[in-house]
């Protein structure tokens, strides 16, 4: 596998992804930020300042099926988290309360994150966000 070409190794991923066996640390950033960098500032100012209006439906409709296909793949390859009992729930909220006044002392002086942010549902939100963008120009031509 290490003189498979780049294409190919693409081709590969898309596929793992499609069947749910992708990492989802690399749909996030592989597939998700340099997506949303190139798109940003490639893409859409191709399709705001383009006059072609067919170029633009071409570009805008290829957006959209890849942004939509990307929140396809995340929900297929995120984690799955065991379910648990009330019981549990019950102890690990106990648990937090014992240990909240430690956390926000940590959170205070910056030695804990503020808040963890689940990144499968940021790259949904930022992929939603894209393909309202591009079905703005859509819809305005």
């Known amino acids: 596998m290490n003189n498979i070409d780049f294409f190919e190794k693409i081709k590969y ?69 065991p379910k648990i009992s009330d019981e549990e729930k019950k102890k690990i909220r106990k648990e937090k309360i014992k240990n909240m006044p430690k956390s926000f002392l940590k959170k205070l002086f910056l030695q804990e994150s503020i808040g963890k942010w689940n990144s499968v549902k940021v790259s949904i939100a930022a992929d939603l966000y894209f393909i309202t963008l591009f079905l703005s120009y859509i819809f305005e031509k």
């Open 13 to 81: 991923s898309f596929t793992q992804a499609n069947k749910g066996k992708e990492d989802v640390y690399l749909l996030v950033n592989k597939w998700g930020i340099y997506s949303y960098i190139i798109f940003f500032f490639v893409v859409d100012n191709i399709v705001k300042f383009n006059q072609i209006k067919f170029i633009d439906l071409l570009i805008s409709s290829f957006a959209i099926v890849y942004f939509s296909w990307h929140i396809y793949a995340l929900i297929k390859c995120k984690p799955v988290t």
